[in-house]
């Protein structure tokens, strides 16, 4: 009998935590969507991997919405039972707080070894392939890859360029250009440009066509203007870079030996993950605990508090590591520690543990 209401309560928080997580996936991602488009869209990611980095993004989103899920999920079950007057009657069953912890406690490890695969292995692994697919992409740039109604710098020849469009096949249409000559402005304004053969010192060509250019000096009424059918400058286009591999993309075994601060921050940050959901987990079932009837959403605001300060203290004691504020021992478990203990105390003082103590 106490094996069917455990396995009931599993079932109320595992539909719950499923449901839960993937509310809160569908939402970030699609707010990640948009950024992820404007990456394509200034080149900074090859256009044709938008779905593998939305891909990559989501795993790297689901090490962080675990924990919080689960927590939810916890508490909006439990709460239901309270509400509803199940929890009195499993409780009339045998079915106290420890038995409570023993069902969800197989789900929680299942959920926190998931975690901490993604959050350790998975996650750097996604965050390099990303930083190599926008590499790849700065290093192909071209002229198809600007984007229409924007003025573009063309790398270090003090030129800017605007296309009212850009074609199918890499040409700009409606072009204007202004660079700078020493002490001369050159204004170029054609019906068509596009990218022509390189030069013998591998610089880029500009072509344009059916235009005129304006050469003169700023604030003299002498201007000179010529038509062209055709016409070329030198460009280039701006380059991002080397994307710098920062700690968050290292390897563990990068990590686990270094020295560095910053290092040893993301490796106790990472380790995290895990614990905190089993932290949460443990906070969860009194902070689920109302009154039969109450309202089920009673215990969701106190848990967000709980959650909010709980992820800002880690954050504050990664900083504190990164910073050499305290010593890397220390490190970000004495937040665990501190909400580990709270969460004991808290089951203790709800079921009278302590006064059945004073008691005997």
């Not at 079932?11 to 809160?24: G, I, Y």
């Not at 919405?65 to 309270?82: E, H, V």
């Not at 170029?188 to 344009?208: P, S, T, Y």
């Not at 062209?228 to 591999?245: D, K, S």
């Amino acid at each position: 009998m106490a094996r069917i209401l455990q396995n009931y309560v599993l079932r109320e928080t595992a539909q719950t935590w499923f449901v839960t997580t993937l509310v809160l996936l569908v939402i970030l991602v699609t707010y990640q969507f948009t950024e992820v488009l404007g990456d394509a869209a200034s080149a900074k990611l090859p256009r044709d991997a938008i779905f593998r980095v939305l891909g990559l993004t989501s795993i790297q989103l689901l090490a962080v919405l675990t924990p919080i899920s689960l927590f939810l999920s916890i508490l909006l079950a439990l709460g239901r039972l309270y509400r509803d007057s199940e929890m009195a009657a499993l409780m009339a069953c045998g079915i106290g707080p420890a038995r409570l912890y023993r069902s969800l406690l197989g789900f929680a490890l299942l959920l926190a070894a998931g975690v901490g695969w993604l959050a350790i292995v998975v996650s750097p692994a996604a965050t390099r392939s990303i930083q190599s697919m926008a590499a790849a992409a700065q290093a192909s740039v071209g002229l198809d890859m600007l984007e229409a109604g924007r003025f573009v710098s063309l790398g270090d020849t003090g030129a800017v360029l605007y296309a009212g469009a850009v074609n199918r096949d890499g040409s700009l249409a409606d072009v204007f250009v202004q660079r700078r000559d020493g002490d001369k402005v050159q204004l170029i304004v054609a019906q068509r440009a596009w990218e022509g053969e390189r030069e013998a010192d591998g610089r880029r060509v500009l072509r344009f066509a059916d235009g005129r250019r304006y050469e003169g000096k700023p604030g003299s009424p002498r201007f000179n203007v010529m038509r062209f059918a055709e016409h070329g400058i030198p460009y280039e286009l701006p380059t991002f870079g080397p994307p710098v591999r920062g700690p968050e993309a290292k390897p563990l075994g990068e990590l686990w030996g270094s020295a560095d601060l910053a290092d040893q921050a993301e490796l106790q940050w990472r380790l995290s993950s895990p614990l905190t959901l089993l932290m949460l987990t443990l906070l969860a079932v009194p902070l689920s605990r109302s009154a039969p009837r109450q309202g089920r959403y009673t215990g969701i605001v106190a848990g967000v508090f709980v959650y909010l300060i709980y992820v800002n203290l880690l954050s504050i004691a990664r900083v504190w590591v990164e910073q050499g504020t305290i010593s890397p021992r220390v490190g970000v478990w004495w937040v665990h520690l501190l909400w580990g203990s709270a969460g004991l105390l808290m089951v203790a003082y709800q079921h009278g543990w302590p006064r059945r103590a004073l008691a005997r």
